[in-house]
């Protein structure tokens, strides 16, 4: 929760230092659910902290390494990074192919979490318009702003403006 805290307040210095002790904490009580919580933080923060490197290979080894373990590593949260990922890597495809038909699952209500699905429809919006497909683009980053309107500022509010910006003007 600290280091989401942190994002928000664009605080970045310690995050890499609370990752390590969540890591730390893991490895002690060897829970795969915490497990499973600090590898989805862990991605989440290498995506919008805009780190280097192939992390789409890294999620989607994830995934399939641990699928055999009680789904959590199914859940959305990490179908949605692995899309940011291939965003950040303008594997445009990869990140339709990813999120084409994905939906908001209705146990998913916490305004964070929601906020950031509309921040990777977002994406999706400008990886459309990256392979031509403007008029879906557009239609998506106008249906996405509109839910976005009577969100609170956040970090994921603000990607999805700067992408209806570069999209609309």
Do not use: W
């Not at 859940?75 to 303008?90: D, G, M, V």
């Amino acid at each position: 929760l600290l280091c989401f805290v942190m994002y928000q307040r664009q605080n970045h210095d310690g995050i890499e230092r609370l990752l390590q002790k969540f890591k730390e904490y893991v490895l002690f009580t060897e829970n795969y659910f915490e497990e499973g919580l600090y590898h989805y933080v862990h991605f989440f923060m290498q995506n919008r902290l805009q780190h280097t490197g192939e992390l789409s290979s890294v999620i989607d080894q994830f995934l399939k390494d641990e699928s055999g373990k009680d789904g959590y590593t199914l859940s959305p949260i990490f179908k949605q990074e692995l899309a940011f990922a291939y965003y950040t890597e303008e594997r445009f495809e990869q990140v339709i192919e990813t999120m084409q038909d994905y939906h908001l699952p209705s146990y998913i209500t916490h305004p964070l979490d929601v906020a950031n699905f509309y921040e990777i429809q977002a994406i999706l919006a400008s990886s459309y318009n990256a392979i031509g497909e403007r008029k879906k683009a557009v239609e998506l980053i106008i249906d996405v702003k509109q839910k976005m309107n009577n969100f609170p500022h956040s970090t994921f509010k603000q990607l999805v403006e700067a992408h209806y910006e570069q999209l609309l003007y």
